[in-house]
Structures are given as C-alpha cells and as structure tokens.
C-alpha cells in the first residue's frame, strides 16, 4: 500500500518540479518506507511514489520502476495472484528481478497491453508511462477499494491518490464544487466520480484512463452484473447446498489470497459474522505449526449498548488470537477528534471507528489487516435489502396517494418539522423506483434541504449552477443503473456501489493509511463477487446472511444467533455531553431542523465545517 501521483504535459514547464515535489510530500503518510520520483527526459512526465513495504521489502520494490527504461510504473495497492501470473510470464521466457507484484503489472502490460486488466485480482490505482509511444495508462481496480484522483486543465493532467495531495500542489483553485457538496449532503459521502473541489475528479471503479499528447480517453472494462437467468429461486440453476458448497470455496480462496504478504497479517474484529468469518477462514489456512498467533483487534466502549468487546474477546478466545483491545471513551475520543479532522480527504459521516481501530493495529507494529467490510452488502445483511422493496410496494398499494403524490410531497418537504418526514417529501415527487427508496432509506438531508445548504454554503450562483448539474448527474446515474434480475440484486448493486464504494471503502483507505496500515478486504473481490453472483438473489441475499453462515459453519452459534448491531459508536450520547463544543455550535439555515436524536445531520455539518478549515484553510 502506498501514495501515488504524477504530473504530465506536452511542454515543459518550470512549476512540474514543483507540482510533484509537494504531491510527494503531501502523500508521505501513505508510504514511509521508501520514497522516489520519475522524471522523463524531456521534462513532461512527471511520476511520484510513497512506499509502504509489503511485498519484497529489499530495494528491489522501489518505485517508480521501469524495465528497459521504456516502461515506467508507479502503483498503489496489491495483485493477490500476482504469483500464479508471474510463474505463467516466467513459464513464457520472461525474467524477473523482484519478487514484487509492481514488475508483475508492468510486464503484463508490456506484452498484453490494456488487456493486462482482465488478469489482475486485487485492489489497485496505478500508473504506467510508455518513454517511447509518449502515453500514460491509469487504471483502477474493479470495485474501488483503492481511489485515484485526477484533474486536467489544457495538455496538462495531474493525479494522486487523495485529493488533498493535488489541492497541496497549489495550481488547483480551492474551490467547493457545488454537486460535490450536494451528493455529501443527501448521501453522507461524496459520489464518485465528483469530489468536494470543482474540476477534480475521482477515476471510476472498474475504468482506465489513457493521456496522450493532452488528450485523455477513458473505458469501463469492468462494472457490477448479475445473471438475468436467476430470476427466482423455483428456476434456480443451483441448488442450496451447492450454493454453500461453491460459497465456502470462494470464501476460502479469497482469504487465502488476500493473507500473502512478507510481513504478518491481522485481523479487525469486531464481533459481527462478517469479521469472525474472517477470523475462522484465516484459522482454516493457517498451519498449526506457525510460529506467531494470528492478531486480531478491536474496539471497547463502558457504554453497554454499544460494546461488543466481550463478543470479539469470546471469539479471539475460540480460535486463540492474540488479542488487543482499545477502550474508547468519550474523553479519549474527543482527545482524538483533532487529528481524525484533520486527516479527513473529504467530509463523510463516518470513518472514526476505522481511525481508531487502525491506529491500535498500528501501535501493534502491524503494516497489514483484514476487514469483514463488505459482506453485508454481497450477503444482504443490512436491513434496506427488506426496507427499500417494501417502500416501493406501499407506495404502489396506495393508490389514491399516486395520484397527488407531488403535490403531497412538496408540502411535506418544505413545511414538515420532520427530516424524516421531509426525506419522505422528496420520495414522492420522484419516480416510485428502488433507486429512489434507496435513496430516502439512507439519506442524510433532503432533495430541498441540500439545496437550501448549498446555497447557504456557497450562494445563489452556486445554486443556480447546481440545478443544471443535478439534471446532468441524474442522466448519468440512469446510465450507469442496468436492469436487474430482481429487487434484491438492484439494492446490492446500491449498497455496492453507493455506501460501500464511496464512503465505507473511501473512509477505509485514508484512515488506515493516516496510520501506515494497509487495510484488505476479502469480501470486496472480484474473482469473489464472479462466484457468488451466479447464486440465485434468493439464496444469496436471504435473511440475516444465512448463505455466509452455512458456508462458514465454523462462526459460533452466539455470533449467528444475535441480531445484527453495526460497528457504530455512541455518537449521539457523546454529543449531547462531552463533544458539544464539536457538534452544537455549527452553522446552518434557521428553518433546518436538526434534532439531537438524528445525530449523524448534526455530525455532518460539523464534520464539513471542520474540513473547510482543515483542507481549504
């Protein structure tokens, strides 16, 4: 896991150096192992890189790293079979000289070209520049666990692996793009691929970039599908027990995979199914004989409601890993609130758990982790996958509401003293669709209310701009929506691609990374999602994630027989008493209603102000 950036242009220019020095410096966090810059020739290209030594740790891993002083690579992430791919290159005449999956890529794409993309399983940003065709080639991993920034102006393009890293270069304007903001306003995180700043961009999952001669040219080579002919499960082409049988092979080799490293490997436990599958799974692939416990790590709380510490420390317990706890009190987080701030890249709602989770694998010594981040939304544990159909289906039953709905929404949106209420207003004035229940399911503030902050943040032009951008963005969120075998395939694309892409998996990366720590996630795996989404949205997506808990007999019965909590902290007992200084003194139009019970609208509005401070100074 590493920092990347680079700058390229079609002439040379005095602020290049400069541009990239500071990008170096502003992505240090990400990689204090190692540090080096490509410069080409002619002084066009520039390529940065940070390492954080996980594979190779000899110099042989530095970057950016070239072979035949053609290809030039810089690359943030890992290729979990780089292995099998470089027996296969080696069983082709190729030599190597690392034992890195870097030289792996840069081969694949010497001798396949684009099509190198098809063959990578892992999680990755990179760039590669060809010193003799004059083109750079970006990509980024098919699901997004790891983000790429880029913004472009005439010939000249410029990326990085956070936004703060191109905002530190000092060419870009700090200005707040206004559908940025109205995306984290409504949705809790900002949607790819806009950002908090105006002409910056984040490279969609699953798409690569060519620059040539200051043209840039992008492709989906990879998006989010499920099979058309599972519709049901009465016309299943699989039965139960082969589901779970193939389920717990996929599980298995996705662990597997994701464990190769040359330096140890832990585990955040939290408790919950998902991470005590991990936890189980490792303990099958781990040989009895290994000299170190597997370590895992977790988060305490005095406030009962909240803490599953004894439920981590049972199950560290069962299958004996070194286990290390972190109480987290309302005063100690408040302490820790500073810092978490100011490592924000963009505002979210979320992020803090991984903060502190991540900073106590850190003081471990750990460089590595696993996550169970992902496996309620391919498994369908969170309660929108019942929530969000159901919604559909009452407004439909109504009738008589049809026939007004507009009119009735409208009102409830601008008069009712509910942000409930109000999210539901702006339900009933939209089509009656799955993406749009979606959307009142898990949104923060209304259609109207972000529009009101938006204004309120940035003025009536910027309102203005926004209307015509909210049209755009709504055309390419239909282009982007595929039809789906069934409800419940169309709420995993969702939380896929929306909650977990842009905030769960943003919020990941830039925490643990704030701490040197490279967080993997098993469950976020494209040879892993091609297995289990041939299973029939019947028995994959079935209640309380029966699937992952047959698969994976081994979780105890005290895990999988408790209701599901999710990994939240006491946020809303602490704002009313420790952190009101944080939360109760923020600015917003008189008429938003912000209860104290709805904590997170609170949160969020404090959580961007402290941003706009911290990052835009």
């Known amino acids: 896991m590493c920092g990347i950036a680079g700058v390229l242009t079609i002439s040379f220019q005095d602020s290049t150096e400069q541009y990239i020095q500071a990008m170096q410096t502003a992505l240090e966090h990400r990689g204090l192992d190692d540090r080096g810059i490509y410069r080409s020739e002619d002084r066009h290209i520039a390529l940065a890189h940070t390492r954080l030594s996980i594979l190779d740790l000899s110099q042989n891993g530095h970057q950016p790293m070239s072979i035949n002083s053609r290809y030039w690579i810089t690359f943030n992430g890992e290729i979990y079979n780089f292995i099998e791919l470089r027996n296969k290159l080696k069983s082709e005449g190729e030599t190597f000289f690392s034992h890195t999956d870097t030289e792996v890529i840069l081969k694949l794409y010497a001798k396949y070209g684009e099509e190198c993309l098809k063959l990578l399983r892992g999680m990755f940003a990179f760039a590669i520049w060809d010193d003799r065709e004059k083109v750079c080639f970006i990509a980024r991993d098919p699901l997004g666990i790891k983000p790429l920034y880029y913004w472009q102006q005439g010939s000249t393009l410029m990326f990085a692996s956070e936004l703060r890293t191109l905002i530190a270069t000092g060419a870009i304007p700090k200005k707040i793009s206004p559908l940025g903001l109205y995306t984290y306003l409504t949705n809790g995180s900002v949607s790819e691929p806009w950002t908090m700043i105006e002409g910056v961009k ?5 798409t690569s970039l060519i620059w040539k001669f200051g043209e840039i040219q992008q492709e989906t080579y990879w998006q989010i599908s499920f099979d058309a002919s599972l519709v049901n499960q009465s016309n299943q082409s699989i039965s139960v027990s082969d589901a779970i049988a193939k389920t717990r092979l996929a599980l298995l080799d996705s662990v597997k995979h994701h464990f190769i490293s ?3 490997v832990g585990v955040f ?67 820790l609130l500073p810092d978490f701030l100011r490592s924000l890249d963009q505002p979210t709602i979320d992020g803090f758990n991984t903060f502190c989770v991540s900073q106590v694998a850190s003081q471990d010594k750990m460089k590595v982790v696993l996550s169970g981040l992902g496996g309620d939304e391919i498994f369908g544990g969170y309660g929108t996958f019942q929530q969000v159909p159901n919604i559909v289906k009452q407004r439909e039953k109504a009738a008589f509401l049809n026939a007004i709905a507009g009119l009735v929404g409208n009102s409830l949106e601008k008069f009712s003293n509910s942000p409930k209420y109000r999210r539901l207003g702006a339900f009933l004035t939209k089509e009656n669709s799955i993406n749009n229940a979606y ?49 419940a395939d169309e709420v995993s694309y969702l939380e896929l691609s929306r909650y977990m892409r842009n905030q769960l998996l943003g919020d990941s990366d830039v925490m643990s990374m704030k701490w040197g720590l490279e967080l993997r996630v098993p469950f976020v795996d494209s040879q ?32 999988t027989n408790r209701p599901k909590r999710g990994f939240t902290f006491p946020f809303e007992l602490w704002m009313e008493q420790e952190w009101r200084d944080y939360t109760m003194d923020i600015k917003a139009p008189p008429d938003l209603p912000l209860p104290r019970k709805q904590w997170y609208r609170r949160w969020s509005l404090a959580v961007l102000e402290n941003w706009q401070q911290n990052v835009l100074g």
Do not use: M
């Open 439 to 487: 959307g009142l399911a898990r949104g923060v503030f209304s259609d109207r209310e972000a529009y009101q902050l938006v204004q309120f943040y940035l003025g009536h032009e910027a309102r203005d701009l926004l209307q015509v951008e909210i049209i755009n963005f709504a055309k390419i969120e239909d282009q982007n929506h595929a039809h789906f075998p069934t409800t």
């Open 528 to 559: 892993l999602f091609s297995e289990v989404s041939t299973i029939p949205a019947a028995i994959r997506l079935g209640k309380g994630k029966q699937l992952l808990k047959e698969a994976i007999p081994e979780i105890p019965s005290y895990i």
């Open 262 to 264: 040359d330096v140890p």
């Open 202 to 206: 984040c490279l969609e999952a699953g």
């Open 269 to 335: 436990l939290s408790g919950g199914i998902d991470s005590t599958a991990i936890v189980a799974i490792a303990r099958q692939i781990q040989s009895n004989d290994q000299a170190d416990k597997l370590r895992t790590y977790s988060i305490v709380f005095n406030e009962e409601q909240w803490n599953e510490g004894s439920l981590a420390q049972q199950v560290a317990k069962d299958f004996d890993t070194k286990h290390t706890e972190y109480l987290i009190t309302a005063d100690i987080g408040k302490k």
